[in-house]
Structures are given as structure tokens and as C-alpha cells.
């Protein structure tokens, strides 16, 4: 019965803008073992290499990818199909996936796509995405970022995707990470003293996370359960 039921959820990894799935990874992988340990981490560089200077330069090694690529203030943007193109297919190749966890621009790319999925713009071959993890994010259409084509309607109604949002109280899209809150049915929110950055977890960061994580698992052996043995 494939390990009678898988009992981790495997979460796609999107690292920020000029980084990589390497950085993510080393950063990501600061968190406490009792919470590493719950998940099935798969870390994914993103398809374009950084046209410009990375902010991480002299701290962490290159190579550097983008996401997705615009003008200088995110108005307009290209290759941002070919992005969702190049998820899907990898979902296809290494899934199933239960989840997006997303930093900087992975966690504003992260947050559109249950929307996007619904839409039946992307994804459209793989399994619903079923909780997100995000980081320093953002929301396409906000102050700070224009609005994809395809991501058109991905905020038109409330996302019922279940979610943890990190918000940095120093962080430079602090204002939209809260904006985004709007847009998610009970979102699980954690604040912290940081910066643009992936947080340490510890105290009631920790507990919430954990607690975030117990009850997804919860979730996902029901779903489990049901397909399983053809309950209705």
C-alpha cells in the first residue's frame, strides 16, 4: 500500500529572486529537526538565469535564477507562462506534490497558483495544490507588482488554500505580505523580528509551525484514506 499511506507532505521549494534552490535549501534547512523531519522537502532552481546583480552576491555562490522577468517595476512581464510550464512539468516528472513553499519572489509566485490552478491557467495536469508555506510574499496585482495575464483572476475569490505566511517586521514587503492576508480564507500568520529572510524557528514561531504541519497531516491521511479505500 506504498508505505500503507505516504505520511510526509512533499513540498516544492521556490527560492527568491537572483538566488537558487541551494540557497533556499541551506536556509530552509536551519529550521529544528522536529520540524524538517515532518516534511519531504524538493528544492527547484528556477528556469532563468538572473539577468542583473543578485543581492546575495559575496554571501552565497552563484549561480543565480529568476523566476520570472519584467520591466524594472514589475508592470509588465515575460517568460512568465514558460515559468508555469516549467513547474508543471517538473511536478509531472518528480510528483505528486502536496504543496508550494515559496521565499521572495517564489512565495509571490506561490500564492497566485492555487488561483491560477482553479482558473485552469496552470497546473492543469497535477494534483490541486494543497496548503501553501510563504515567505516574504507578496500579491501580484498589489502596490508593488502588476498583475501577469494569466494571473488575471488568480485573487478573485477568497483562496481557500489553507496557508502560512512568515511577515518580517523589517522586511521591504512587510506592507504587502499583510496585504496578501486578504486574499486567504484563515490564513496561519507568524511574525518575526527579521528582515527579508528566511526565519529561525523557536517559541511560539515554532509552535504555530508545528501546529500548522499537524494539521495539514491530519488532512492530507484523511484524503489519503478516502481514495484509498473508496470512501465517501
Not at 6 to 14: E, F, G, M, V, Y
Not at 122 to 140: E, N
Not at 203 to 211: A, D, I, M, N, R
Request: some cysteine; glycine content about 8%.
Amino acid at each position: 500500500m506504498e508505505n500503507e499511506i505516504r505520511k510526509k507532505p512533499r513540498i516544492l521549494c521556490l527560492h527568491g529572486f537572483r538566488t537558487s534552490a541551494a540557497i533556499l535549501k541551506k536556509l530552509v534547512e536551519r529550521w529544528p529537526g522536529d520540524v524538517l523531519e515532518k516534511l519531504d522537502l524538493v528544492f527547484l532552481d528556477a528556469p532563468f538565469p538572473a539577468r542583473g546583480k543578485s543581492d546575495v552576491e559575496g554571501i552565497f555562490d552563484p549561480p543565480y535564477y529568476e523566476w520570472f522577468q519584467g520591466n524594472q517595476d514589475f508592470t509588465e512581464y515575460w517568460n512568465f507562462e514558460e515559468c508555469l510550464t516549467y513547474i508543471e512539468n517538473y511536478m509531472i516528472e518528480r510528483g505528486p506534490f502536496d504543496a508550494v513553499l515559496g521565499f521572495s519572489q517564489g512565495a509571490i509566485l506561490a500564492a497566485a497558483l492555487p488561483g491560477m490552478q482553479e482558473d485552469g491557467v496552470c497546473l492543469t495536469k497535477v494534483p490541486k495544490i494543497k496548503f501553501l508555506i510563504i515567505i516574504s510574499g507578496a500579491k501580484f496585482g498589489g502596490t508593488k507588482f502588476g498583475l501577469p495575464k494569466l494571473a488575471v483572476s488568480a485573487f478573485s475569490s477568497p483562496v481557500e488554500c489553507p496557508s502560512l505566511h512568515f511577515i518580517g517586521e523589517t522586511d521591504f514587503l512587510k506592507e504587502e505580505g499583510i496585504a496578501l492576508l486578504e486574499s486567504f480564507v484563515n490564513p496561519i500568520i507568524i511574525h518575526h523580528s527579521k528582515g527579508h529572510t528566511i526565519p529561525k524557528l523557536d517559541g511560539e514561531s515554532l509552535e504555530k509551525t508545528l501546529g500548522f504541519i499537524e494539521t495539514i497531516q491530519k488532512e492530507l491521511r484523511l484524503r489519503n484514506q478516502i481514495m484509498m479505500y473508496g470512501l465517501n
